[in-house]
Nanobody, 121 residues
Framework: QVHMVESGGGLVQPGGSLRLSCAAS????????MGWYRQAPGKERELVAS???????NSVDSVKGRFTISRDSAKNTVYLQMNSLKPEDTGVYYC???????????????WGQGTQVTVSS
C-alpha cells in the first residue's frame, strides 16, 4: 500500500501565498512523475503543475510565474509554492504520483485526499 498525505491548504486573501506539501509513504521502490491537480466548484479536475524524477517541470499557463512545483525525492515529498493568489485559484488541490511499488515493482497511480484552498477577501 502507498499513501499520500497533503497539508498546507487554507484561506488566504488575494495576492497572498500558500505552500502545499504532499508526502508519500508505504512500499515505495521509486516515484516517477509527481503533480498537483485542482478542482474548482462545478468544474473538472485539471492539472496545475507536474515534475519528473529528473526535476523537469511543467505548469498550466494560468499559474506560470506564480506557482512553483518542487520535490524532495529523499523524503518522497512534492511541494507547490503558490504566490500572488487569485480568487480563481480557489478549489480543492490534489497531489498525484506515479509510484513503482514493492513487491513486484507494480506501477501505481496514487492520489492524495485533497486540501481546500480558498482565495477570498
Amino acid at each position: 500500500q502507498v499513501h499520500m498525505v497533503e497539508s498546507g491548504g487554507g484561506l488566504v486573501q488575494p495576492g497572498g501565498s500558500l505552500r502545499l506539501s504532499c508526502a508519500a509513504s508505504g512500499s515505495i521502490f521509486v516515484i516517477n512523475d509527481m503533480g498537483w491537480y485542482r478542482q474548482a466548484p462545478g468544474k473538472e479536475r485539471e492539472l496545475v503543475a507536474s515534475i519528473t524524477r529528473g526535476g523537469s517541470t511543467n505548469s498550466v499557463d494560468s499559474v506560470k510565474g506564480r506557482f512553483t512545483i518542487s520535490r524532495d525525492s529523499a523524503k518522497n515529498t512534492v511541494y507547490l509554492q503558490m504566490n500572488s493568489l487569485k480568487p480563481e485559484d480557489t478549489g480543492v488541490y490534489y497531489c498525484n504520483a506515479e509510484v513503482v511499488a514493492t513487491p513486484g515493482f507494480r506501477r501505481l497511480e496514487v492520489w492524495g485526499q485533497g486540501t481546500q484552498v480558498t482565495v477570498s477577501s
